[in-house]
C-alpha cells in the first residue's frame, strides 16, 4: 500500500484553506493547516510534511515569500508550491522557471488564484514523483 | 522664456501665437522698449506671464524671475499633489478589487466542490460550505453597501438635513438594533446620558455614527462583555463615548484603524466580519462637523471610542 503523503497548507483565509483540504483528502493526502507564517514553522518542530503549499500574500505582503526561505532552510528537500492572488492586479508578474528566479523565490511551484483543483493536484504530484 | 517685442522676422506676440498650445506650459516674459498698456494687454490675453519694459535695472530682472519661478514651483507643487491623489485613488481601487476578489473566489471554490461532488451526493455533507459562501457574500455585500456610502460622503452629493436631533434618542435607536447581536453572545449594553441632548445634525449621519461605533463595540467584545455608550455636554463638546470589554488593539495597530481597508487581521478577528471601511466613514462623518474621533485601547481588555463635536459648529449648523 502507498503510504499517505502529508501537505502542510499556509494561507490565511480560512475558507481557502477549507476548500484545497477537502479536495487534498479526496485525493488521500494527510493535511496541516497553518494560517500563518508563524503556526507554519510551529508545524515543522512537530512533524515533517512532504510538501509545503504556501499563499504569498498573509497579513504582511511578503511575508509568502520569507516564509518560503524558512521552510527551505529547514527543510530542503521539502517542495514548495506558493500560491498567488496578487499578479493579475499588480503586473508583479513573476516565474520560478529560470535559475535566477530560484535563487530569489524559493518556491518549487507557483499557481495563481483561483487554483482549480486538479491543477494543484497534478503539480503535487509532479514535484512529489508520484 | 524673456521674449523680445521687436525681433527682425515677426514680433513677439506673433511667436506667442505661433507657439499656440505650447505657450501654455511656458512662462514667457515679454520685454520691449516699445511699452504700451495695448501692447502688455494683448502679450498678457495671448498667454505671456509678464511683461518688462526696456530699459530695466537688474533689480527689476531679479523681480520679475522671482515671481515667475514662484509660479513655476506652484505649478509643480499642484502637478505633484494631484499625482499622488491620483495614486491614493489607484491604490484604493487595487486593494478594493483585492477585498472584492476575495470572497468571490471563496463562493466559486465552494461552487466547485459542490459541482464536482467532492463529497458524495447527501447534500447535507456541503451545508458548511453553503453556510460559508453565505457569510462571504454577505461580507461582499456590506462592503459594497460602505463603499457607496463613503462614496456619497466623498462626492458632497448626499443631501444633508439639518435638524435638532436628541442625541439620547438617537443613542436608544442605535441600541435596540445591536441588542439582538449582543444578546446572541451575552453582551450587555448600558447608556449613561442627559435626559436630553440636541445637536444640529443630520439624522441619516448621527445614526450611521452610532450604530457604527456600537455594533463596532460588540463585534469586537468577548461573550459575556460589556459595552457602555456615554454622551456628554460640556462647555465647548458633545463627546459621545462608546467603551468595550473586547479584544482591544496595540498602539501599532491603532495607528493604521483609520486607513481604508486597514481591517485588522489576527487570529482574533478572523471570524468578524467587517469590510474595513466602517471607521474611514466614521472619520469622514466626524470632519463633516467639524468634530474628531479619538481611540484609546489595550489588548485584550478593551478599546474606548470618543468622538467630539465642538458646540460652536451645532450652534453654527443650527443657523444654516
Known sequence: MQQVRTILLVDDDHDFRTQQKVMLEAHNYKVIEAENATAAIEVLNHQTPDLAVVDLMMEEHDSGFTLCHNLKKRLPEMPIIMVTGVAAETGLAFNVKTREEHRWIKADALLEKPVRAEQLHQEIKRLLKE | ?320
Do not use: W
Request: some cysteine; glycine content about 6%; aromatic content about 4%.
Open chain 2, 1 to 320: 522664456m524673456f521674449l523680445d517685442y521687436k525681433l527682425p522676422d515677426m514680433n513677439g506676440i506673433e511667436i506667442i501665437e505661433k507657439l499656440g498650445e505650447h505657450a501654455k506650459d511656458l512662462i514667457i516674459i515679454m520685454i520691449t522698449a516699445y511699452a504700451s498698456i495695448e501692447v502688455a494687454i494683448e502679450a498678457t490675453r495671448k498667454g505671456a506671464y509678464d511683461f518688462l519694459p526696456k530699459p530695466f535695472t537688474p533689480n527689476e530682472l531679479r523681480t520679475v524671475t522671482r515671481k515667475a519661478a514662484e509660479r513655476i514651483l506652484l505649478a509643480r507643487k499642484n502637478a505633484q499633489l494631484a499625482h499622488e491623489k491620483k495614486q491614493v485613488r489607484f491604490e484604493f481601487i487595487r486593494v478594493l478589487g483585492h477585498e472584492l476578489k476575495a470572497p468571490l473566489g471563496a463562493v466559486e471554490g465552494y461552487l466547485e466542490l459542490m459541482k464536482t461532488k467532492t463529497l458524495g451526493d447527501n447534500l447535507d455533507s456541503y451545508l458548511q460550505f453553503i453556510e460559508r459562501s453565505s457569510i462571504r457574500l454577505q461580507q461582499m455585500r456590506k462592503l459594497i453597501v460602505d463603499l457607496l456610502d463613503m462614496t456619497r460622503l466623498e462626492s458632497g452629493k448626499k443631501s444633508r438635513n439639518l435638524v435638532a436631533v436628541d442625541l439620547r434618542k438617537a443613542a436608544e435607536n442605535a441600541i435596540e438594533l445591536a441588542t439582538p447581536a449582543a444578546n446572541a453572545r451575552s453582551i450587555s449594553i448600558s447608556l449613561e446620558a442627559p435626559a436630553t441632548l440636541s445637536i444640529m445634525a443630520d439624522v441619516g449621519e448621527i445614526d450611521m455614527m452610532l450604530n457604527n461605533l456600537i455594533s463596532n463595540a460588540v463585534k469586537y467584545n468577548r461573550d459575556e462583555g460589556k459595552v457602555m455608550v456615554r454622551l456628554e455636554q460640556t462647555a465647548d463638546n458633545i463627546s459621545v463615548q462608546v467603551a468595550d470589554t473586547g479584544i482591544g488593539m496595540s498602539a501599532e495597530e491603532q495607528q493604521k484603524l483609520f486607513k481604508e481597508f486597514s481591517r485588522i487581521k489576527n487570529a482574533k478577528t478572523a471570524n468578524i466580519l467587517g469590510s474595513g471601511l466602517g471607521l474611514s466613514i466614521l472619520k469622514r462623518l466626524a470632519e463633516l462637523y467639524e468634530g474628531n474621533i479619538s481611540v484609546a485601547s489595550e489588548p485584550d481588555q478593551g478599546t474606548t471610542f470618543t468622538l467630539t463635536i465642538p458646540l460652536s459648529k451645532c450652534a453654527e449648523a443650527s443657523t444654516t
